[in-house]
């Protein structure tokens, strides 16, 4: 009895296993079609096609002209910034700044906002993002008090006031997981989707992302720049599986396409980008130093350089995605900053010895 129960679980099992493999011989032909003609555009590896798509970059740099009016080449909102955290949206911001928008705005919990505008005179700081817990003491205004005792419906109209005059918002850096903040930014997302503005989502953004990828399903005007634990727990929220630590481009692209296609740039020692078609390497020579901030470098510099991307136009990015050359534009600018700041401060170099370097960094890849 055993011997046949055996058998006859066995020959199930059997069964099971074919059942599987053909289901799997099935599947396996169109995701491999997919990997190949994605695999096929890795040769940016190459120092030639990474010099094609830097030069991708230079066209969607607007010229500098007299002509132009305060505001044209850019005016980006970093939604970030609460009481623990202060450093990341100015980080973001300062950087948008270097890189070349004309106008730079913070929008941040209202404790971080004196801080903020106390590290530079040249960010616009609104502080309209109510945190739970945060310093809006007895001497706020009503305002403020209204907004407190419900989900603060007002802090995204505030935001949303100012979306009109912005070309691009940067979400997450300093955000903290207050959930009546995350609430807000939940908010200000949706504003920002309806009026087709571009989003570049970092930090407790992409925590914010990973709790609800609805939010941000299907937006083409996303990008999502996740280090190593940013991708894991948006990989395993959206695809419900671990990461194939052996293959980062196709975990990249998997992600990406199961969010319809966002473009998502896998930060790490060397940054995997991909809009769910092409995949690209950006392996531009940086430094083995890993300071905190540079994160922000990249998200603030990146959202200058999307606006610029959409502006120009599929042209000018020689049929390549917009976003996804800005996105490789932003990342070689920020491993540039890093190399040139380790080559003067080695192991002290910080991410304001990076920020320093964006002038010249910027010369040397783009302007020459
Ligand atoms: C533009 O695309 C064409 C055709 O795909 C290719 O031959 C050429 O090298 C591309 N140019 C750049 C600068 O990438
Ligand atoms: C994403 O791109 C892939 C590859 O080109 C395509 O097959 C798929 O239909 C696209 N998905 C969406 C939602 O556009």
């Not at 990008?223 to 395993?236: A, G, I, K, Q």
């Not at 020692?269 to 130093?289: A, F, P, T």
């Not at 020689?318 to 920020?334: D, Y």
């Not at 900053?337 to 010895?353: P, V």
């Amino acid at each position: 009895m055993v011997t046949r129960a055996g058998a006859g679980a066995a020959v199930a099992a059997t069964a099971v296993v074919a059942l599987l493999s053909a289901a799997l011989a099935l599947y396996r032909p169109p995701l491999d079609a997919v990997l190949e003609r994605a695999f096929s555009l890795r040769k940016v590896h190459s120092i030639k096609d990474m010099e094609n798509t830097l030069q991708l970059v230079r066209n969607i740099i607007p010229p500098l002209s007299s002509t132009k009016h305060k505001g044209q080449d850019g005016r980006i909102g970093v939604v970030g910034g609460c009481q623990e955290y202060t450093g990341a949206p100015y980080f973001a911001a300062i950087s948008a700044l270097k890189v070349g928008a004309d106008l730079s705005h913070v929008f941040c919990a209202s404790a971080a906002a004196p801080v903020i505008k106390a590290y530079s005179p040249e960010l616009i700081v609104h502080p309209v993002l109510f945190a739970e817990g945060g310093n809006e003491g007895p001497l706020s205004s009503n305002k403020t008090f209204r907004a407190l005792s419900s989900d603060s419906p007002s802090a995204v109209d505030e935001v949303e006031k100012w979306l009109p005059r912005l070309h691009a918002l940067v979400v997450g850096p300093g955000l903290g997981r207050d959930d009546v903040l995350l609430r807000n930014v939940q908010g200000i997302l949706e504003a920002s989707k309806a009026r087709d503005i571009p989003v570049v989502i970092d930090a407790d953004g992409l925590w914010l992302v990973a709790q609800q990828p609805a939010l941000i399903q299907g937006y083409q005007k996303a990008v999502l720049t996740p280090n190593h634990m940013e991708f894991s727990r948006l990989y395993d929220a959206v695809l419900r599986g671990p990461v194939d630590s052996d293959d980062r481009h196709g975990s990249v692209l998997r992600l990406s396409q199961a969010l319809g296609n966002v473009t998502v740039v896998q930060k790490g020692e060397r940054d995997i980008l991909s809009n769910g078609q092409q995949v690209l390497v950006c392996s531009q020579e940086g430094s083995s130093r890993r300071c905190g901030g540079q994160g922000d470098l990249l998200s603030g510099s990146l959202g200058v350089l999307v606006h610029w991307a959409l502006l120009a136009g599929p042209e000018k990015t020689n049929g390549s995605s917009p976003l996804l050359v800005a996105a490789f534009g932003a990342c070689s600018l920020t491993r540039q900053c890093n190399h040139q700041a380790f080559q003067k401060h080695g192991r002290s170099t910080t991410t304001s010895d990076m920020i320093a370097e964006v002038g010249a960094a910027f010369r040397k890849l783009f302007e020459t």
